[in-house]
């Protein structure tokens, strides 16, 4: 392939004052690691011809098809802020949160620092077996002296330093060999300090017969679950556990049927699971109910099967099945010059780096379609003027990264005055004030 064309300018959207997205408001307080790509993305946005309009709501303040007349090109790269629901009785309960909620909660997303959630309950149910499953139980059971050196909002941190949770449990419909968190998450929750797993051998019958026909991958999470599940601990990590206060578990082969509600029929005190059976193999496995119900006393139900992306706007072509923008290789379809990326593209999958790859992807294919010819860029767009001009009649005024530095500047400040990397900003009203100061 030759070399490919290079626009003029990139200007990134953005609804909130602040950038980043899932990095900020996503990844764990505890993977600091993670957040790294963070100077990464600083170094495009600080890029010459790149430009950031924070507090700009497309699909409200601007539309698509104002921003196609301003632009040659518009990319959607939105995410999924939407929520899959369980669709069972008592989901609305006092007590149950969907795992995207909670995460905003405790990572200081402004629309959810409101939650509040009852951590006076002993025992947490998580429905769902993936990492942001794993992150919500690490984060309910870890201990305080270690979340308190993190970013995590302190209003999250007063409440889980009250916290009565000793208990959470990791519900998912299928079996040990289909679990969808990755090793990384699994080893951190297997040597979390001040707990131990509590898992039914039972449900693991079998599983290690399996072990020498699994992909390296699932073989090494496999092999760690059998260790923490049913093989016998060494000297010192028994005397770890015997220690241990706190409990977790995954409990396999479940599916929720209904939240059962206080006697108040006001907030949930415990749920019905169905009992399942695996049918098929390989790929091809699926869970079937065998008709037997499980009944678990909690008080908090943390439902993370998954998310969806929204339409953001009605000229958008958009599957409300799929909860997808059809597109083919990043190419909205019957829409020139719009492309998405992201979860929005491909549906709620992968980790960061999956995404950027991705992202890349539609990168290519838009400078593709510059140098054939399929997109035409000979005509004179306005750019941000355009929109700015839009934006200014409606009353918006936009952040720019100069701006966001003057958040994170004050965030920095008030976190190293509580010993933390950053003490974030709740309010939008307020980071709108510190932008413009």
């Known amino acids: 392939m030759g070399k490919l064309p290079r626009p003029e300018s990139v200007d990134i959207y953005e609804r909130l004052p602040v950038p980043f997205g899932l990095v900020r408001f996503g990844v764990a307080p505890d993977h600091p690691e993670v957040k790294n790509v963070i100077n990464t993305f600083t170094q495009t946005a600080q890029h010459a011809r790149c430009s950031f309009h924070g507090n ?4 409200k303040d601007v539309t698509v098809e104002e921003l196609q007349e301003a632009y040659h090109a518009v990319v959607l ?5 939407g929520n899959r629901t369980m669709g069972v009785p008592g989901e609305d309960l006092a007590g149950v949160y969907s795992a995207k909620d909670f995460v905003g909660w405790y990572n200081g997303l402004p629309r959810n620092s409101e939650l509040r959630p009852d951590l006076s309950c002993e025992t ?3 429905l769902g077996q993936g990492n942001v499953a794993l992150d919500v139980a690490r984060i309910l059971l ?15 941190l007063d409440a889980l330093a009250e916290s009565s949770v000793r208990r959470v449990l990791i519900v998912g419909r299928r079996g040990p060999l289909q679990v969808a968190c990755t090793i990384k998450e699994l080893r951190e929750m297997v040597n979390l300090p001040g707990t131990r797993p509590e898992m039914e051998a039972s449900e693991f019958e079998g599983i290690a017969e399996t072990l020498k026909s699994l992909a390296r991958p699932r073989k090494r999470l496999t092999e760690l679950l059998l260790k923490a599940a049913i093989e016998t601990p060494g000297e010192e990590e028994l005397e770890r556990r015997n220690r241990a206060e706190r409990a977790w578990g995954f409990r396999f082969l479940r599916k929720p049927l209904e939240v059962l509600p206080s006697t108040d029929l006001i907030r949930a005190a415990g749920i019905r699971l169905a009992v399942n059976r695996l049918e098929g193999d390989g790929e091809g496995v699926r869970a079937v109910a065998t008709g037997e119900v499980e009944d678990v006393e909690c008080g908090l139900v943390i439902s993370s099967i998954g998310y969806k992306s929204l339409l953001i706007d009605p000229a958008v072509p ?14 909205v379809q019957q829409t020139a010059g719009l492309y998405c990326s992201g979860w929005v ?5 992968g980790v960061i780096a999956t995404t950027m790859n991705d992202s890349f992807d539609t990168a290519r294919t838009l400078l593709q379609d510059i140098g054939k010819g399929t997109l035409d860029v000979s005509t004179v767009k306005p750019g941000s003027q355009g929109v700015s ?8 005024k936009p952040v720019s990264f100069s701006d966001w530095e003057k958040i994170d500047s004050e965030e920095t400040r008030r976190g190293e005055i ?18 413009r100061a």
């Open 56 to 59: 700009v709501r497309v699909g």
């Open 77 to 81: 790269s939105y995410g999924a802020e």
């Open 124 to 126: 947490a149910v998580i």
């Open 142 to 156: 870890s201990p305080v002296d270690i979340l308190k050196k993190t970013d995590i909002t302190q209003h999250a």
């Open 318 to 331: 958009f599957d409300a099945r799929k909860a997808i923008i059809p597109n083919t290789m990043g190419r």
């Open 345 to 349: 593209k491909r549906g709620p999958t």
């Open 389 to 396: 001009a839009l934006l200014e009649k409606r009353g918006v």
């Open 418 to 435: 509580k010993g933390k990397p950053r003490e974030k900003m709740l309010d939008v009203g307020e980071m709108l004030q510190v932008a």
